[in-house]
Nanobody, 114 residues
Framework: QVQLVQAGGGLVQPWGSLRLCCAASGYTFSRYPMRWYRQNPGKVRELVAGITSAGSGTNYADSVKGRLTISRDNDKSTVYLQMNNLKPDDTGVYYC???????WGQGTQVTVSS
């Protein structure tokens, strides 16, 4: 089955850390770049981080640079988002995405609050 399945997320205090995972199946994961997006109610889904197919290049939204790190393990067909020094503004539903058939993960809630 062609899908992206996410894990991780939850409630964390400000300056805490979380790691999100997104496992791909049903297609050749290593051929495609991956992205993480974030969305809040009433707002447009925004790109948070992206990584090239081989993992050699990454890009980040200015608001998360230096705090969030995207990585991938092509042997495990999984992309990760390590989130450190989290702020309340990082709260939202996070989605992984691949351009292959424009697939999206199911979304996972991250709430940063004391």
């Amino acid at each position: 089955q062609v899908q992206l399945v996410q894990a991780g997320g939850g409630l964390v205090q400000p300056w805490g850390s979380l790691r999100l995972c997104c496992a791909a199946s049903g297609y050749t994961f290593s051929r495609y770049p991956m992205r993480w997006y974030r969305q809040n109610p009433g707002k447009v889904r925004e790109l948070v981080a992206g990584i090239t197919s081989a993992g050699s290049g990454t890009n980040y939204a200015d608001s998360v640079k230096g705090r969030l790190t995207i990585s991938r393990d092509n042997d495990k067909s999984t992309v990760y988002l390590q989130m450190n020094n989290l702020k309340p503004d990082d709260t939202g539903v996070y989605y992984c995405n691949t351009p292959f058939r424009s697939l999206w993960g199911q979304g996972t809630q991250v709430t940063v609050s004391s």
